[in-house]
Each structure stands twice: as C-alpha cells, then as structure tokens.
C-alpha cells in the first residue's frame, strides 16, 4: 500500500471543511468493502470473450465507432 496516498488523503480530510464532502468520503470509504471487481463476476466463457476482444485490439482488428457509423449511413441509402 502506498503510504504517500494515505498521508495526502489524511491531509486534505484534515483541512476540509465541507460537511457534505466529508459525508460523501466517508460513505464512499466504508462502501470499500462491498465493492465486487467485474472481472470476477464474469462467467469463463465471458472472460475468454474479453480476452480475445483485447487480442483482436491490440492487432488493430476493428473498426471504430465513427468507421462504423459511415457504414451504417451508407448502408440506409441502399
């Protein structure tokens, strides 16, 4: 863990005085314990999925959003 993070955050809690962000900090701190990392809520095959999502990226092998969007404009003129 990295103290220099804890230390910062020690120091801004202490020179903050807005109550609702106080409120809101703590709240989110204390809710630490119940957050789930995605990851692990995925099933095997939605993992592998992912995966080869990330391989098919890393190749270059997509199209973008905007790429996709032309196509989809060309294809309603038809």
Do not use: G, P
């Not at 202490?14 to 995925?42: F, M, P, R, Y």
């Not at 095959?45 to 404009?73: A, G, I, P």
Request: a negative charge; hydrophobic letters at 30%; glycine letters at 0%.
């Amino acid at each position: 863990m990295d103290k220099k993070i804890k230390s910062e955050l020690h120091n801004l809690i202490d020179n903050c005085d807005n109550e609702l962000l106080l409120t809101e900090a703590k709240a989110l701190l204390e809710s630490n314990k119940e957050i789930k990392d995605w990851w692990d809520e995925l099933t095997d095959e939605d993992k592998s999925v992912v995966m080869q999502s990330e391989t098919e990226y890393e190749r270059r092998n997509f199209v973008s959003h905007n790429e996709l969007m032309q196509q989809f404009e060309t294809w309603k003129k038809k």
